[in-house]
């Protein structure tokens, strides 16, 4: 129903832009340099119970990723960005022996992607824009198991992943020179690669997998400055 709903409200974003006369749209000139950023923090705890078990846990992540655009031709921007996370959490769990499994983990990871944007001009204040990238992540994450004080299980794993695509968006104007932005979603494919190192040893996977996505659950946001 939400891609449903989400499919309407881009049709309807269509029909308005080609009502719109031409010099009442949102322009991005030849010349203009922007820079954007978006920021996620979250923070949380949960408790678990079931017949043979019973937990807890807190865990927290952050997350940044800034890119930098310049406007080649009008409404037309190619660009660098970044990204950078980090994750954290903490979970014990009992069983019916009262046997305590505690668990430690924490992860980091990076991203790189060069990016060509397409905006059309909805109003003055308004564009749609479609943003086709070429994405390389890079993620580690470590899990500790604890039993005791005196017997721990350790195991890390690391990751890449490309993907190749392109993301619908949004951006508003709310002044002249800052912007919200709003991605949709994305349609591409992707590769991806991670390891695994434990007390049981090695194992490896690989994935390859062509995605169409348009959710509103997964919108992100971020704000862009235009001089």
Do not use: C, H
Request: aromatic content about 14%.
């Amino acid at each position: 129903m939400k891609k449903i709903l989400l499919a309407s409200a881009l049709l309807t974003l269509g029909v308005t832009l080609a009502q719109t006369d031409q010099t009442d749209r949102l322009t991005i000139e030849k010349g203009t340099w922007n820079a954007t950023g978006s920021l996620s923090l979250s923070f949380g705890s949960n408790d678990s119970e079931s017949a043979s078990l019973s937990g807890s846990g807190d865990f927290n992540s952050f997350s940044f990723s800034p890119s930098f655009g310049y406007a080649l031709n009008n409404n037309f921007v190619v660009g660098l960005g970044l990204g950078y996370g980090t994750s954290s959490g903490e979970s014990n769990n009992v069983d019916n022996d009262g046997l305590i499994n505690e668990f430690e983990s924490e992860g980091s990871g990076y991203s790189i992607f060069p990016y060509a944007r397409k905006f059309f001009g909805v109003s003055k204040n308004f564009a749609f824009f479609v943003q086709g990238e070429a994405r390389y992540t890079n993620g580690s994450n470590e899990v500790t198991r604890i039993l005791d004080e005196t017997t721990t299980f350790n195991s890390d794993s690391d990751s890449e992943s490309w993907f190749f695509g392109i993301r619908p968006g949004l951006t508003y104007f709310v002044s002249k020179s800052f912007a919200l932005e709003a991605n949709l979603g994305a349609l591409g494919y992707s590769t991806s690669n991670s390891e695994e190192n434990s007390d049981g040893g090695t194992s490896e996977n690989d994935s390859r997998r062509f995605d169409f996505e348009l959710n509103p659950a997964n919108v992100f946001f971020g704000l862009s400055y235009y001089f």
